[in-house]
């Protein structure tokens, strides 16, 4: 499919993608460009045959296809270096959770000739780095190819094949819609979660109670969204204007509980909480989660 | 153990407790009184040779343990019923989330020659109804007892042993300590969940798109705890008053969250993330959650 692609960051997503090329051939070489010894290190024991690069360089300049898997705030800087080195029939792309911001960035500083198509797999943890990487981990989840309105559309079919070919479900959307709805699904319960987990904090402060040992009544299903990685989760919060809109409306909602729960309003109370059971029933229809009840967990 | 216990609705909780007294053979005879003949067609099932009453009569005179597994709303009229029936070496003692309220109600109405010392099970999941129970379910789970002034002490190591026998760890706690804890670990957690559902449900309405096919990036988790059941939950919300405060803890929390986005306030967010952390690698030492990433989930 691709004679030479390079994998710019190598921790979750990228190591995911490194396996997945490799396991289904779709390159006949693969390069890696990453910071980290110790993340090179862990990589090494793939066995994915990848060649490891130090630089943006001459080596670089005849890739097919780039895919940048670093935290956002590093994009800048890559572009600037990519600018110089590859041939106008390179397809880049990128795996950034957040897409008005990739797309105004890249408008504004990549070279003209270039053709950058922004991905987005629906797919990751709460844990991070290379040694949690999987071959499969794009296997029937979503994939959000970014349509733009001047663009290549040899080039989208190329990109939204190479996601099928590792197993995912592609799906089109313009960067707007991108951002609202992934501010809902994604961007604000973690927030949320995050914020779960500092009340939980503060409040073992004030009481000077050991909470945390008492978990299992649900707050420790918070605390693994609340695990995920800051530098990620920083540049997500920063560059969805939506999760600001997404704050107000959740606070509305939560105002509003209060207010059920202060009066004892009994029958709008119950029926909030059964209207929700329903979401969970479509989640597991639309084979969004696993059907087992408490997740499977034992 | 006992010769005689009365289950009063036998749920997903009372159907766990019936299953492991019948298993660790705990009891001669178990009654088992519950009004749903959906739930007595499941509960035959699990072929535990407990006996199904209908009312709380002469049947039950003599029975040494009851255990009250109802919806915390049906607590009032039960207890009206035996205060007429039962002997004063009998112990009661009831599951409820909330506490300050049971006490309060108990020590109001509850026949002063019966001895009612109340437990809470941290144990428990999004489905209901009896064929979901599990005689391990209790399995290395908390189980506080409620202590107060003026207890039995026979009475107390009795219920302990009791629940130590099923499986539980049992810890002492007074009703105020109690409905704070779990104001935080539990109940403020559900009522978030329940809120964000709402949030996802109202977006879904304003954007016009159907966002929840897309819940996989973290929404999904929410759903889960969002599912619970909806008379327990509106009894555990309109009688444990430290929700409210717990609620105003998070707001607090949501605002100063919402100030450090819109301020780019990079130190102070990542600090924010970067501190959540401590308390997932926290949890899953003390063995309040599976360890494995993404609960274990494929």
Same mark, same amino acid.
């Given at each position: 499919m691709f004679k030479k692609v390079l994998i710019i960051g190598c921790g979750l997503i990228g190591s995911s993608i490194l396996r997945a090329i490799h396991s289904k051939k779709l390159s006949k070489k693969i390069l890696v460009l990453e910071k980290s010894k110790n993340n090179i290190t862990k990589i090494k024991?793939?066995?994915? #045959? @990848?060649? !490891?690069?130090?630089n943006i360089d001459s080596e670089v300049?005849? $890739?097919?296809? $780039? /895919?940048? @898997? +670093?935290?956002? %705030? =590093?994009?800048?800087?890559i572009i600037e270096k990519l600018n110089k080195i590859l041939k106008a029939n390179c397809l880049i792309t990128d795996v950034g959770s957040t897409k008005q911001n990739i797309i105004k960035l890249k408008n504004k500083i990549l070279n003209k000739k270039l053709n950058w198509i922004s991905s987005h797999p629906i797919a990751g943890s709460e844990v991070s780095g290379p040694e949690y990487g999987n071959?499969?981990? !794009?296997?029937?989840?979503? @994939? $959000? /190819?970014?349509k733009e309105k001047k663009q290549n559309s040899k080039k989208i079919n190329l990109l939204n094949k190479f996601w099928r070919k590792i197993g995912s479900k592609v799906v089109l959307m313009n960067p707007v819609n991108h951002d609202k709805i992934f501010s809902i699904t994604s961007h604000l319960p973690h927030l949320i979660a995050y914020n779960l987990i500092k +009340?939980?904090?503060d409040s073992q402060k004030i009481q000077r109670k050991n909470l945390i040992q008492?978990?299992?009544?649900?707050?420790?299903? !918070?605390?693994?969204?609340?695990? %995920?990685? =800051?530098?990620?989760w920083r540049d997500i919060f920063f560059n969805n204007d939506d999760i600001i809109k997404a704050i107000n409306l959740f606070t509305k909602n939560l105002n509003s509980f209060k207010k059920i729960i202060q009066n004892k309003n009994n029958k709008k109370l119950l029926s909030r909480?059964? #209207?929700s059971k329903k979401v969970r029933t479509q989640i597991v229809q639309l084979k969004q989660d696993v059907s087992k009840p408490d997740f499977g967990r034992e």
């Open positions: 024991k793939i066995k994915s #045959n @990848c060649k !490891f690069i130090k300049s005849d $890739v097919d296809l $780039v /895919i940048l @898997c +670093t935290p956002m %705030s =590093e994009y800048k800087k071959k499969n981990l !794009f296997l029937n989840k979503w @994939c $959000v /190819i970014i +009340t939980a904090q008492y978990s299992a009544g649900g707050l420790r299903d !918070f605390s693994r969204i609340a695990a %995920s990685n =800051e530098i990620m909480l059964a #209207n």
